[in-house]
């Protein structure tokens, strides 16, 4: 199960709220990945899907704003992994769905905790340091 901790901020408020609020989708993933198949997740499963899709655009563009406000040095490679991810949520064949077939959405819960545990680790801590600096 998937649960916040202090040790993902980064320091910028806004960003730190994002993040947290991208946890609860994980969560909300988890969950309905947890219940047993029904007709009546197809909606559940696009409404996912969308909110995953709309709300990871936004931060990402937010964060990006920060790159450019900072000097941030890693930009390219920092971009490209937006970039994998927003594709990755864009390809789900949402046809699936209606067979019952969530394996795309257990792939996106995958890369999902790649993200957290990675790309925020790593990616977005370079960001905590160039505010370290600012400070
Ligand atoms: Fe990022």
Known sequence: ???????????????????KYLFELCRKL????EIPTGVYKVKD???????FRT?????????EMYFHLLDYPDLASHKLEHEE??????????NNFYNENYNELKTLLNLSYDLIF???KSKDFKLKN??????
Do not use: P, R
Request: glycine share 2%; hydrophobic share 45%; with cysteine.
């Open 45 to 51: 499963a696009l409404e996912l899907v969308c909110c």
């Open 85 to 94: 991810f927003k594709k990755h949520i864009v390809d789900v064949n949402i």
């Open 130 to 135: 160039l505010v370290k600096e600012e400070n």
């Open 118 to 120: 990675n790309h925020i």
């Open 1 to 19: 199960m998937i649960k916040w901790d202090d040790s993902f901020m980064i320091g910028i408020e806004t960003i730190d709220d994002q993040h």
């Open 55 to 63: 709300y990871i655009t936004f931060h990402f563009y937010y964060e």
């Open 30 to 33: 988890e969950i309905f990945l």
